[in-house]
């Protein structure tokens, strides 16, 4: 007997850490998402009870990984209507008749002689989720779901939708998946770099989504920026020569370690340079700059690497008056060779200032508004009020806190804006 | 396998009644190309916009059913064992890096009939 607390424990930790492992192993006997889903949840069931009678296994996610796949067996056997179902997943390497496969019996052993055989899957259900045949919100719905194992309505909860429409959107994707046949696997390497991106964009606006909730009272959706995070280290795990990878998980680390500082004891946001550094996260820091460093030796960095070193120099200078502006600037120039983008330019144009005063780099910003493809984006607004008001052009910089301020939702940053329009607006 | 329908967009269709063999060179060329390797098991090229007639409700319309810059100019079906495959072949339509592009669906179902073929007029 082992006590209901610690098997609840182990239980949480498996589902947190190794679901994917189990669901992804599980999709190649069951062919088929739901049934896949179903039996893993049903693996994840039978433990509470058998662990707190036998004992927890040697290695729990290999016993759930058994138990759930001889449920699909048992489930395709039972149901001729299923092995008449579109065979799903088809991928030639894959695709052996479930009965054929060596399913273990969990019965038999306690699960520990198992863990070679269980394939690691985890970097195909990562590919076939954020397969560019799906919309892109459907990517990130699915991979919430099938990799990292989140209920639905927590899933909708945080995408602000309603969970019916959440639960359609998830449906809608996975009969897509099996009506046109999108493969189980991993892209050749023709394909991989860009399917890789898709991939990268996905746990990038997963943590954006969570770093900077679009609307609501909290700054960060704690639970979404760590399963970003999740997720990041996962595919590092499983792509560890990749230096795209490791940087976005560098910049995920970065941006997230500055957590605990953003946000002022009343709930209020603090901009970098009031922000107190004693609150960074020194570890996780440290973790990036090493990724970083790592990824900048070996050559040709690509766009989250770079982005990363900018956010690591601005997070590791002893102090914002500190700040390595003219390095700062040096890598931008070079994200916007890599990543030639109007929202990069605008972030240039915060360390150009320093460097070059807020004149020049107000002239570069208002080139950037003249192009327009910026105007509804609240940050060009509120970096052009920044430095209007650094050059003592106090009511246009109160009008662009304003334009800024009609384009934001979420509260602290409104009430931020607010803020500043009162103190232009007394300064006059 | 799996058979995928590759709907055509274009600015408009190249077969005209008149067209010359020069002005189908481009088409026939694919085509051949993807019956060669068993990829494309049934084509249908279709006439220029100007030819289509279009009904809804009670309203019969001259032009396509949908008003746009590119209409449907043709269809063809592939046998592929999965979706990247299947956009690996329609990918090589020469109409993707002219202007053009094409939509790839899966077939639900479907027949040609004894007097389908139209063959060539």
Known sequence: MTDAVTVERVIEDTHRREWARVLAATVRVARDLDLAEECVQEAYATAVQVWARDGIPGNPAAWLTTTARRRAVDAIRRDAAMRHRLPLLVDPLLALPAEEEAVPDPRVGRGDDAADAIPDDRLRLIFTCCHPALAQEAQVALTLRLVLGVPTPDIARAFLVPEPTMAARITRAKRKISTARIPYRIPRPGELPDRLRGVLAVIHLLFTAGHTAASGSSLVRTDLVDRAVHLARMLRELMPDDTEVRGLLALLLVTDARRAARVGADGRLVRLQDQDRSLFDAAALAEADDLIVGCLRAGLPGRYVLQAAIASLYAQAPSFEETDWQQIVTLYDRLLEKWPSPVVELNRAVPFAMLAGPAAALGEVQRLERDGRLAGYQYLHAVKADLLSRLGRRREAAAAYGDALALTHNEPERAFLAEQIAAQLKAT | ?121
Request: net charge negative; with cysteine; aromatic share 6%.
């Open chain 2, 1 to 121: 396998m799996a058979q995928y329908a590759v709907l055509i967009y274009a600015h408009d269709s190249a077969h005209a009644p008149d067209a010359t063999p020069d002005d189908l060179a481009t088409c026939d060329e694919h085509s051949d190309e993807l019956v060669a390797d068993g990829s494309m098991v049934a084509a249908f090229a279709l006439t220029p916009r100007d030819m289509a007639t279009s009904i809804r409700g009670d309203a019969v319309t001259d032009g396509p059913f949908i008003d746009s810059k590119e209409v449907v100019a043709g269809f063809y079906v592939l046998e592929a064992p999965d979706l990247d495959a299947a956009l690996a072949i329609a990918g090589r339509n020469p109409v993707v890096h002219d202007g053009g592009g094409v939509e790839v669906r899966p077939i639900h179902s479907g027949f040609i009939g004894e007097r389908g073929n139209p063959g060539n007029s």
